[in-house]
């Protein structure tokens, strides 16, 4: 269980584990596993976080519509979000991993997408945060899920913020 870290306290070293050739296999299957049960059961069950940080804060979940880039393909990941006016803010943190994760390259290049939170589906359209949109709103990420900050401490690339704004408002 993670516990939320101070401000300007010292991160605790990635751990080894997490480079392991199974996490992304397991965290993939998990993922398959929580959208089915989350679209069955309109967010009832898997529509909260409740993992590291999230286990004595919980986190509301969403589902990220994305298409693949190359291939076309509609794949659909449990993500993270706070709500920020009429917009949805999701962080592409990856736990930490030195890479961003798939789906913000296929936001990248097909920005226009759908979301569900709840029974919701919704159009969105997404942009990456620029430096002050994300300086205002990283300090509430990082209060909505404390391991925000220590992904961002174990790796070196700055993890993008994305805003999902209503297409309707585009």
């Keep these: 269980?993670?516990?939320?870290?101070?401000?300007g306290?010292?991160?605790?070293?990635?751990?080894?584990?997490?480079?392991?050739?199974l996490i992304p296999k397991i965290l993939k299957y998990?993922?398959?596993?929580?959208?089915?049960?989350?679209?069955?059961t309109g967010g009832r069950i898997g529509g909260t976080w409740r993992i590291g940080a999230?286990?004595?804060?919980?986190v509301p979940t969403l589902l990220l519509e994305?298409?693949?880039r190359t291939t076309g393909t509609i794949y659909t990941v449990p993500l993270l979000y706070l709500a920020d006016g009429a917009d949805i803010v999701v962080v592409a943190s990856q736990g930490g991993l030195p890479k961003h994760?798939?789906?913000?390259?296929n936001l990248r290049a097909h920005p226009d997408t759908?979301?569900?939170?709840?029974?919701?589906?919704?159009?969105?359209?997404?942009?990456?945060?620029?430096?002050?949109?994300?300086?205002?709103l990283w300090p509430r990420l990082t209060d909505l899920y404390a391991d925000f900050a220590t992904y961002q401490?174990?790796?070196?690339?700055?993890?993008?913020?994305?805003?999902l704004s209503d297409q309707r408002a585009v």
């Design 1 to 7: 269980m993670a516990t939320p870290i101070e401000p």
């Design 9 to 21: 306290a010292q991160h605790p070293p990635r751990p080894r584990q997490l480079d392991s050739p």
């Design 30 to 40: 998990a993922g398959k596993a929580q959208v089915w049960i989350y679209r069955r």
């Design 54 to 58: 999230g286990f004595r804060k919980p």
């Design 66 to 68: 994305h298409r693949g």
């Design 101 to 105: 994760p798939q789906w913000y390259h």
């Design 114 to 136: 759908h979301i569900q939170i709840g029974r919701e589906r919704r159009a969105v359209h997404a942009t990456v945060a620029d430096p002050v949109q994300r300086a205002r």
């Design 153 to 163: 401490s174990w790796t070196d690339r700055e993890i993008p913020v994305i805003i």
